[in-house]
């Protein structure tokens, strides 16, 4: 097990693993559930589509550009890693991020609605929250690190998203029929939530910076994650698992035009996919301390690849509860998978740069396949079954890469040491 990192201070030993999850879950709930992507989602689609009448490319557009600074979170990673504020590196960060995108939220219930003043100021809350998700995912790793819990840790995070989805489904579906006004509101108030716990829970000892080593930090850590081959092999796994061409705008407009599908009940297929994530959440957490993390890898991508091909079959209300909640469940084993991998393949010293390039890659390669499969269907009149199969179909290639990733990472159990690199891996090391 690896020594506690004397950045983080629990206020007693048996407490040292319980009040960083707290911190850990409900950054994770307000980071996850306050995103434009995830509560606001369908009310902005709803409204992009039936208000303002744009096409399913503007409107995956839409998102891409809203989720600009998601692709640009090393950036947070490295501010947060290298620049201490007043002594910190976590605590005053997720304080002073987490009260400004609050305040972002209120100011978008007032926004006129059009198509660019909303997409400015959507993109300006982006920038706080993921400088708060940032500091909590670097909270997170060293946390796991020196407490080996990466598997555990991981499924908590997946749980409270997948929770978050499940609190989504239904409430999104509602916003979605009332004014955009309310969806704002609820937003704002839920990042107000990370505020009084980060203040109350985290415990964090000050570090003290002279202004001449700033620079000196910021280097260290450029060079520490340029070298981290492991956390690169990790990073073009995931970034070939996600880079699929998506087709979630398009479901989205075949589910209200050609199912006629209401957003009441396109929040409950949400819902129906988030208690099946939860379900896959509350395996892994027993199946990461049973089994390595390459047979976790390629058996949860493999049943991500299977799960997926049932949206050809998306034809009926029946069919698209089931499919939703297969894909739910398969999707995120996947998940908490390729997230474990990126805990421990991140260099330590450098969590917030290092976990933030891995969800970077994610977030860049879901969000820009979206818009590219939205306009493969406006543009090239692509089918939808189509898009599915070419998803499943680069998905699936992504597996038995997994068999090369160095051993040192994952070839052991969670709550196992990592067995040493020079006997099991030495080209890794």
Not at 105 to 128: C, E, K, P, Q, S
Not at 285 to 312: H, K, Q
Request: proline letters at 5%; aromatic letters at 10%.
């Amino acid at each position: 097990m690896a020594p506690p990192r004397p950045d983080i201070v629990p206020p007693r030993p048996d407490k040292a693993l319980f009040y960083p999850a707290l911190v850990v879950a409900i950054g994770i709930l307000a980071t996850t559930l306050a995103q434009t992507q995830v509560l606001a989602r369908l009310p902005l689609q709803n409204l992009l589509k039936n208000e303002l009448h744009v096409d399913r490319a503007a409107n995956a557009a839409f998102f891409f550009w809203a989720g600009l600074a998601w692709y640009l979170k090393p950036l947070a990673g490295i501010l947060t890693d290298a620049f201490p504020l007043f002594g910190s590196r976590r605590k005053t960060y997720i304080l002073l991020s987490g009260s400004l995108a609050a305040l972002a939220w209120f100011a978008l219930a007032g926004t006129r609605h059009r198509y660019h003043d909303l997409l400015a100021v959507v993109m300006v809350i982006n920038v706080f929250m993921v400088v708060a998700s940032t500091a909590v995912g670097g909270f997170m790793v060293e946390t796991a690190q020196a407490s080996a819990g990466s598997g555990r840790l991981t499924a908590i995070r997946q749980f409270v998203q997948q929770a978050a989805i499940v609190v989504n489904g239904p409430t999104a579906g509602y916003l979605a029929g009332i004014a955009f006004a309310w969806t704002a509101a609820a937003c704002g108030g839920i990042m107000l939530l990370l505020v009084p716990a980060t203040a109350l829970f985290m415990y964090e000892r000050r570090r003290r910076i002279a202004s001449r080593e700033v620079l000196a930090e910021a280097k260290t850590q450029l060079l520490n994650i340029a070298t981290a081959r492991t956390m690169w092999a990790a990073a073009g796994l995931m970034a070939l698992f996600y880079i699929a061409p998506g087709f979630g705008t398009a479901l989205f407009y075949k589910q209200q035009n050609d199912l006629h599908f209401t957003t009441e009940f396109q929040g409950l297929l949400q819902l129906i996919a988030g208690l099946c994530g939860i379900t896959a959440s509350l395996l892994y957490a027993v199946a990461c301390r049973r089994f390595d993390l390459r047979r976790l890898l390629v058996a949860s991508m493999l049943a991500a690849t299977v799960a997926n091909l049932g949206y050809l079959f998306y034809f009926s209300l029946g069919r698209a509860q089931l499919i939703e909640g297969v894909n739910g469940f398969g999707y995120t084993l996947a998940e908490l998978a390729l997230m474990d991998l990126a805990v421990r393949a991140t260099p330590a010293g450098s969590e917030g740069l290092g976990f933030a390039i891995m969800v970077s890659v994610r977030n860049l390669a879901l969000f820009g396949t979206v818009w590219f499969g939205a306009s493969l269907l406006d543009r090239y009149h692509l089918s939808f079954n189509s898009l599915v199969l070419a998803n499943s179909a680069t998905t699936l290639v992504a597996v038995p890469l997994a068999l090369f990733l160095p051993r040192r990472i994952v070839a052991h159990k969670d709550a196992e040491p990592p067995p040493a690199a020079a006997a099991l891996d030495p080209a890794s090391s």
